[in-house]
């Protein structure tokens, strides 16, 4: 039986994301041109458009990859506030899927990934679908990528415990670093600023998305 991922993709849009406060009309159309289904593994594009995470794979910690799910995803991008001119660097693109609805709304993409076999597979699918304003590479989520910064955005695609100084090093005065900070009912999504050189957070709202490996806070020990 076929699926008709234009009229799922639409309703995507006005069942998932439009209800959640999700008002950018600019993010709006981008979920719309960018076709989900192309980013998920064969056996799941029939559910590409379910209200739920994805799973796409595992990284070489063992930790589960996924796709976020749709309106959770869409609310960190709007927070984002991205630019036509923005220069956006995408930490954790996994298949590209991020990258790609990011490269819809700024001017190019970096999109860093630290699985060379998801790297591979982003890099394979936004090339077959068009999206040549992104370029995939790789390396460690923690370190950001300083050789083509700095940036206008930094998109973390998942929640962390810890954001290291390094990317906010990489941020461009006016720059914002968008993430989803603690894990499970505790997360919230927030938004960090570098204003005269100094960058500050603020929590936007409550939010939940699945670990991004390699921002775990080691165990601090006291006497």
Sequence with gaps: MGHNFDELRQAMVDSQVRTTDVTDLRLLDALLSVPREAFVPEQKKPFAYIDDDIEIGSADSGVKRYIMEPSPFARLVQLANVKASDL??????????????????????????????????????????????????????????????????????????????????????GGRLVVVEGHGLSGFAAVHVKVDGVVSGRRAFNLSAKELPGFRKEAEFSL
Aim: glycine share 12%; aromatic share 8%.
């Design 88 to 173: 956006v660097l995408d930490i954790g693109c996994g298949t590209g899927y991020s990258s790609a609805v990011l490269s819809r709304l700024g001017s190019a993409v970096i999109a860093l990934e630290a699985d060379e076999e998801l790297a591979g597979r982003a890099t394979e699918i936004l090339v077959e679908n068009g999206f040549d304003n992104v370029a995939v590479v790789t390396g460690p989520f923690a370190a950001g990528y300083p050789s083509e910064g700095p940036y206008d955005v930094i998109f973390v695609g998942g929640s962390v415990d810890e954001i290291p100084a390094a990317l906010f090093e990489q941020l461009k005065e």
